[in-house]
């Protein structure tokens, strides 16, 4: 059977620098997969390769076994992708701007309808289809760009930092329906937030400096990476000395009134310890995320290794 998605020695220059470098992988299975990696990393150039909006300078893309350069109408068929800033037209209205798109995509006249309303449907976003985009919420314009990416069913759909700039809200939504349109779609999804990539991925890629370092299950990177601080975000925050006594807690400072990086030592229901404790004294936690610095010192860490 072919792979869903096979690269075979991709690289890429833009100019004179090379943006990417000797990129290899397979992916055979349906679920959430992550590619990780800082600012500039070589997210996006990969991205836009696999769907075809950029011509790599080496190597080649399979999808569904089909050559992206050699059969890109065929190839594209199997994919669907989300890019950075959706291309989503806001003076159409939602159920138009899916129809273009059910067109665009080739799909047949009688089936253009059946198509738009599943994919409303899964979305939810059924109930807005007569409204114009323009005035979607944030959270909504999005699932309108995640409805495009499925409307032809593709094998593999591709989203480029899609939980991107959503407000707290929108995105547990978001992830919600990232998850629910894995369970019959292979997702690649982008990000450069640790956290997010834990919350939603099967497996993970780490890319830096256009190098893949690190492609594995998200149980193996567990294994590898012990994260030993979270950020907390909470509206009435108690003193350093009240965030310690929580269990496990093994250091708190303050980043701002109301930001608190907490180390701890390890232990797995850390984040339900401190909001049992944050609902008890009412500190009003608005987020809890595994922090963010410990990013650099994971790309550090595998920068100087092997892994594959
Ligand atoms: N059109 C371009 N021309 C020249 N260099 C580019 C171009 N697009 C990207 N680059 C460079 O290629 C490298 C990889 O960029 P890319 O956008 O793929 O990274 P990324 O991981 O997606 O980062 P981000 O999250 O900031 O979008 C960076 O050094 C970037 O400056």
Request: net charge negative.
């Amino acid at each position: 059977m072919n792979s869903i998605l096979k690269i075979e020695q991709l690289s890429h220059k833009y100019s004179s620098s090379w943006a990417i470098r000797d990129i290899n992988l397979e992916i055979n299975q349906t679920g959430v997969i992550g590619l990780l990696g800082s600012n500039g990393a070589g997210k996006s150039t990969t991205m836009n390769i696999l769907c075809g909006v950029l011509n790599q300078t080496e190597g080649t893309v399979y999808i569904n076994g089909l050559d992206t350069r050699l059969a890109p109408e065929e190839a594209k068929k199997n994919i669907g992708f989300l890019p950075q800033n959706p291309p989503v037209y806001v003076d159409l209205t939602v159920n138009e701007y899916l129809t273009y798109c059910a067109e665009l995509r080739l799909i047949e006249d009688g089936k253009v309808k059946a198509a738009v309303a599943e994919a409303m449907d899964r979305c939810g976003i059924a109930h807005f289809k007569t409204r114009l985009i323009r005035n979607l919420s944030g959270g909504y314009r999005q699932r309108v760009g995640i409805a495009q990416a499925i409307i032809h069913k593709p094998k593999l759909v591709v989203m480029d930092e899609p939980t991107n700039g959503l407000d707290p809200n929108q995105l547990i939504e978001a992830r919600k329906l990232i998850k629910e349109i894995a369970t019959d779609h292979t997702v690649l999804l982008s990000s450069h937030i640790l956290s997010e990539i834990h919350l939603l991925c099967r497996e993970v890629i780490m890319i830096e400096s256009g190098r893949i370092i690190f492609s594995d299950s998200m149980d193996a990177f567990n294994n590898y990476v012990q994260p030993n601080s979270v950020l907390v975000k909470m509206e009435n925050p108690p003193s350093a000395e009240a965030l310690q006594q929580v269990k496990g807690v093994t250091k708190v400072e303050f980043l701002s009134d109301r930001q608190a990086r907490v180390y701890y030592d390890g232990s797995e229901d850390i984040t339900e310890r401190i909001i049992a404790a944050g609902v008890q004294h009412e500190w009003r936690i608005r987020e809890i995320n595994f922090d963010k610095g410990l990013l650099d010192d994971i790309f550090k860490k595998l920068s100087t290794q092997t892994l594959h």
